[in-house]
């Protein structure tokens, strides 16, 4: 009497082909272009920071030069101001010491007759 | 300062109101705030070159504030003149340009716009041109240059 069975076949065909190869589907541009977009973005924006760096050398000057015309106008200013004082000053040393003899008022310690600002102002 | 007369001053007792001798010449302070001094500095700058030049060189021989009075009161009032002049004939640009320059930490670069238009009142009214010496050869000058890369925004 046979035997109710079925033999396990293969499929009709035949089996498909075991996907043993890289499947990666193509997706952007390749690493020497991303290389290469970097690389040219820096560079751009290097060179951008040499003309900023250019400028800026010709701001500074700007601002140097702006400062430089008005050193007369405030030297001459600050200079009547300490004028008014050394007088002043000069005039209170002579009433003080008036009765003091061989004082000289105004007479620097030092024995260089180049100029120096006075140690003590008052305000 | 010198022009405050200090008997007002909450500084104490060691003020000092004595006002200058006599025997110099009286004159009025510029008494101008810092934002319109730099406004008008290369205005200052070239109208008053003979003064301040003189002025420096005098300063050159003796740095001694009594040497130079005479020469420090031309500067002042060349430069007093220059102001009223720029009040007269530029008031608004004047204005707008150091307003600014007040509200941008007084840098030139931020406040292009006004003054160009300083500028050129300044050029057509007076004659006086802003040129800063030293720029390069062949090179625009820094406030002249149409599309900086340092201006208000940084891009």
Redesign the interface.
Known sequence: MPTAYRQDMPPEGGFEMIKYKRNLPFRGPGGLAILGGVLAVCTYGMY?VA??NL??R??R???T?????????L???????????????L?RETEIMKNVEGWEPGKSVYNNP??RPQEFV?? | ??YKDGTKST?GP???P????AS?PQ?A??GVTSAP??SA??F??AH?KE??ED??LC?NE????????L???R??RC?ADLINKMRENCVKEFNEHWGCLELNNQE??RCRKPERTLNKCMFDKLGLKKV????PEGQT???E?EN???KRMQK
Not at chain 1, 65 to 73: I, K
Not at chain 2, 132 to 135: A, D, N
């Open positions: 951008r003309l900023g400028e800026r010709e701001l000057r700007e601002k030069w702006a400062r430089l015309h008005l050193v007369p106008l030297l001459a200013e600050s200079d009547r101001d300490t004028y008014r004082r050394q007088q002043a000053a005039a180049k100029h008052v305000i | 300062m010198s500084l060691y003020v000092d004595t006002p200058l001798p110099v004159v302070e510029l001094l730099k500095a290369f200052i700058g008053c003064y301040n002025f420096m300063k003796n740095r001694d504030p009594a040497h130079c009075l020469e420090g009161r500067v002042t430069a030139y670069y800063i010496p030293g720029t000058q820094i406030h240059v900086p890369i340092h």
